[in-house]
């Protein structure tokens, strides 16, 4: 094999250690620092949180892959401490395949159940609404990636149940915006 050959292998061979391969199983743990806001009947709050999450992806192609993830956050309507745990399903695209830095952007649907400890009992709710991330993933080599993106969701609660009553409560729109970052782990590097 001539040296231009071998020269022109080694770069290939080089970022092919660089990163994993996108396609197969990857499973991350991430979280976000966010500043949900609770909107009903004109009374507004919103705090910063601290919001973990955990999730499988599928890549079927180097650049598209099959997102389900599980997070639980939380929050303060009139004084009172709420959480939102929620199941996101949805799909990410990466970009510039075979690069050490990839943007990405991903999105879907969650399903969100809204909790509070009131007066007579539990107050719950859950619906479904939008989720969306735009961020980078950095491949430092071997099976790994970290991965810092920007976040944003969005659910309506209509549905409520008021343990013990028959209770009707107000919508409640929630909304959050946030910055998140974790690592993420490939099953099966390149």
């Known amino acids: 094999m001539s040296a231009v050959a071998l020269f022109a292998i080694a770069p ?30 004109g009374v507004t709050s919103s705090a910063v949180r601290f919001a973990p999450r955990a999730e499988l992806s599928y890549g079927a192609t ?48 969650a399903v969100r159940q809204f909790s509070l400890d009131g007066q007579p009992g539990e107050i719950t709710s859950t619906n479904v609404g939008p989720w969306a991330a735009l961020g980078y993933m950095w491949f430092p080599g071997g099976a790994f990636a970290i991965e810092a993106a920007g976040t944003f969701g969005r659910v309506t609660f209509e549905s409520w149940r008021v343990a013990g009553t028959g209770t009707q409560l107000a919508p409640l729109v929630h909304q959050e915006f946030g910055v998140r970052a974790g690592a993420r782990w490939f099953f099966r590097a390149r």
């Open 12 to 41: 290939s061979a080089a970022a092919q250690r660089l990163m994993p391969s996108t396609t197969g199983l990857s499973v991350a743990a991430t979280a976000s620092v966010a500043r949900p806001s609770a909107e009903s009947q």
């Open 62 to 109: 180097a650049r598209v892959s099959l997102v389900g993830a599980v997070a639980s956050r939380g929050g303060v309507l009139e004084g009172q401490e709420f959480q939102v745990r929620s199941v996101d399903m949805g799909l990410r695209y990466l970009g510039y395949v075979g690069r050490p830095l990839r943007p990405f952007a991903e999105g879907g649907l």
